[in-house]
C-alpha cells in the first residue's frame, strides 16, 4: 500500500472516533479565533451595546516644493587641512625636476624679466607661496611645518599670489618703479554684504552653504510653499504651482525628479462627539532648485507675509520642530 494511502485510512478512522471529551470541557475549552469575536460573544451574553464605529481618518492631499540655492563656495579650511596642503607642495617640490623657465618664456623677453624679477625676491626659489624652502639643499627633509605657523593661513597666501600676479616690467622693457605696477583687482571677499547686514531675504549671503525658500503664512508660521492636489493634476505640477502662486514667476527654476523626498502628516481632529472638526494633512515636498531670480510675494495667491533664504541651521530655529524633523534627512549637511 502506498504512503499517501496509508495516511488517508489512518484519518479516516481518526474521524469515526468518538470524542473522549464532555461537552462542558469542551465548551470551556473553545476560544474564538480573533479578539473582535470574543467581545461580540460576550457582548451577546450580556446583551451590551455595539461599540461606536472606529473614527474615520479624514486627510487633505496637499504638494509642496523645497527650493534650494545650492553653494556657491567651497567651505573654508580648517588650519589642519591648510597645513596639510601646504606640507604636500613641499613634498612635490622635492620629488620633482628643478623648474626650467626657458622652457616657458622665451630669453629676454618681458614675460623673462618679469619672472627673473621674481625669482629673485623669492631668494632663487621657482614655487611662489612656500616660503623660504630649498627643496634640493640640505635642509629638505624639514618641510613640515610647526605648531602655530602662519605660512599655510589663507591670507597670507592670498596676498603673496596677487603681488606675484603684478606685472614688474614696463611697456619698454625695462623694470617697473614701484608707482609704475599697475595694482592687480582683489578676488571678491566670502563675507558678502548680506551676510553683514543680516539681510535673510538675499540670496548671495552663505555663499558656502546650501539655502532653503521658506514662506510665512497669513496666521504667522512659516512653512514651504505648498498648495492642494486637485484630482486632475501630478504631484510635480502641484509643486511647481504652488511656487508660482507663492513667489511668482521672475526665478529661473527646475525641479530634480518627480519623487517626493520629504512628507509632513498632520492628524486630523474630532469633535467629542466623534464628528469631524478639522481634516488632517499629508504634504509630499517636491525638490527644487533656482539658477537665477528672486521671489516676489507681491500679490501672491496663497496670502502669504514674508519669505526668507535660511540655511538648514537657521531653520531649525524657525520652523515647527516636528514640520524639520520630518524634512531635516532630505538636507545637505552644508
Known sequence: MAASSRGSS??????RRQSSICAS?????????????????????????????????????????ILTRAPLLTRPLTPFENAFYFYQKRLNERLVLPFRHTLFFK?????DLDWRIKFEERGRIAAKELGRYYAKGRNAWNDELLVGSTLSSEERLREILIKDAEFR???????????????????????????????????????????????????GKWQFPAEDVPTDEHLHQTAARALEFAAGVNMNTWLVGRVPVAHFVTQPQFNEDTSLKQKGE??????GRIMAGQANLKNNRLG??????????????????????SVRNMMADR
Open 107 to 111: 630669453k629676454d623677453t618681458a614675460t
Open 10 to 15: 489512518a484519518a479516516a478512522a481518526l474521524l
Open 282 to 287: 499629508k504634504v509630499f515636498f517636491i525638490k
Open 169 to 219: 616690467v614696463t611697456e619698454d622693457g625695462e623694470e617697473a618703479k614701484p608707482d609704475e605696477i599697475v595694482p592687480v583687482e582683489r578676488p571678491m571677499d566670502r563675507i558678502t554684504e548680506a551676510d553683514k547686514t543680516n539681510d535673510v531675504r538675499r540670496l548671495d549671503r552663505k555663499l558656502d552653504s546650501t539655502l532653503y525658500l521658506v514662506v510665512q503664512g497669513g496666521d
Open 304 to 325: 502669504l507675509q514674508d519669505f526668507n533664504w535660511l540655511t538648514k541651521d537657521e531653520l531649525r530655529a524657525k520652523l515647527p520642530y516636528e514640520y524639520f524633523r
Open 25 to 65: 470541557c469542551r465548551n470551556s475549552q473553545f476560544r474564538p479565533y480573533s479578539a473582535g469575536a470574543e467581545a461580540a460573544a460576550t457582548a451577546e451574553a450580556h446583551h451590551l451595546k455595539p461599540t461606536k464605529e472606529v473614527q474615520r481618518a479624514e486627510y487633505r492631499i496637499k504638494g509642496g516644493i
